[in-house]
Nanobody, 123 residues
Framework: QLQLVESGGGLVHIGGSLRLSCEAS????????IGWFRQAPGKAREAVSC??????YYEDSVKGRFTASRDGAKNMVYLQMNNLKPEDTGLYFC??????????????????WGRGTQVIVAS
């Protein structure tokens, strides 16, 4: 069974960068659409990006700043985050689904989740 482990979070100042990693095991990450979600304290989990076979999707608030990529040879997926803002603070999760299409923002469509990595953007 597919297992996911996130890493790469941390404390960064406004305008800084982080690269999150999502390490997959138990199955081939290339067979899945991989989504990135985040959850700020007291707020609902929200979709940030999804890298699928047909396209890569981004929430409007991160377009032009975040880039998702995958390395099938390493069974890894990444989220490069640049020009970070305080509103990017949250616990970031990667999640996997076999088929999403236009539903990439819906958390319930993903059957496999990591435990998250914390991102804090401070002024």
């Amino acid at each position: 069974q597919l297992q996911l482990v996130e890493s790469g979070g941390g404390l960064v100042h406004i305008g800084g960068s982080l690269r999150l990693s999502c390490e997959a095991s138990g199955d081939t990450v290339d067979d899945y659409a991989i989504g990135w979600f985040r959850q700020a304290p007291g707020k609902a989990r929200e979709a940030v990006s999804c890298i699928a076979s047909e396209a890569t999707y981004y929430e409007d608030s991160v377009k032009g700043r975040f880039t998702a990529s995958r390395d099938g040879a390493k069974n890894m997926v990444y989220l490069q985050m640049n020009n970070l803002k305080p509103e990017d603070t949250g616990l970031y999760f990667c999640a996997a689904s076999f088929a999403l299409g236009s539903s990439w923002r819906i958390a319930a469509k993903y059957g496999h989740w990591g435990r998250g990595t914390q991102v804090i953007v401070a002024s």
